[in-house]
């Protein structure tokens, strides 16, 4: 069953860049962060896609990105593959694995997943950014997680 463009975070180890697949598209970002101002900043990808495996990390703790880019809480087993198995996964299994969490009342965005470990707490954002405007981040997210709920099951 096709599914809409997925939003993923990719690091490409060579360039040492995080690389955002936005919608089918692909972004770098100027530099080893994840946030607004990156984001801003972003340029198309001009490197060798065989170079890309998607990041352990997708949880992005900018709010306003987070809003943007609605990355999902991918399982451990597509973790760190290339960009190549990763879209033949999400085309032939994406669907499924969705369906299955929405069913069982779990959320598959990577806002809503809770780390335990100390690599999967790691922050892909600065501190200092947190602070710059409060926002209800209960309700962006909670949008979210219903506008993705409505799309998997209208599919």
Do not use: C
């Not at 790691?122 to 409060?134: C, G, T």
Request: overall charge positive; aromatic content about 10%; cysteine-free.
């Amino acid at each position: 069953m096709p599914l809409r463009p997925i939003d993923a975070i990719f690091v490409n180890p060579k360039r040492r860049l995080y690389v955002v697949y936005y919608r089918g598209v692909l972004w770098q970002l100027p530099r080893m962060k994840v946030d607004a101002a990156a984001w801003r900043r972003r340029k198309p990808y001009d490197g060798d896609k065989d170079e890309l495996y998607l990041s352990r990390m997708q949880a992005i703790a900018d709010p306003t990105l987070a809003a943007k880019l609605r990355t999902l809480n991918l399982p451990q087993a597509v973790r760190g593959s290339t960009l190549a198995r990763f879209e033949a996964w999400w085309e032939t299994q994406g669907y499924y694995w969705i369906k299955h969490l929405v069913d069982n009342h779990k959320s598959p965005l990577a806002v809503h997943q809770t780390g335990s470990s100390s690599t999967e707490s790691i922050v892909l954002s600065s501190p200092a950014q947190n602070n710059s405007e409060p926002l209800n981040n209960k309700d962006i997210f909670d949008t979210m997680l219903a506008e993705l709920i409505d799309e998997v099951l209208d599919l």
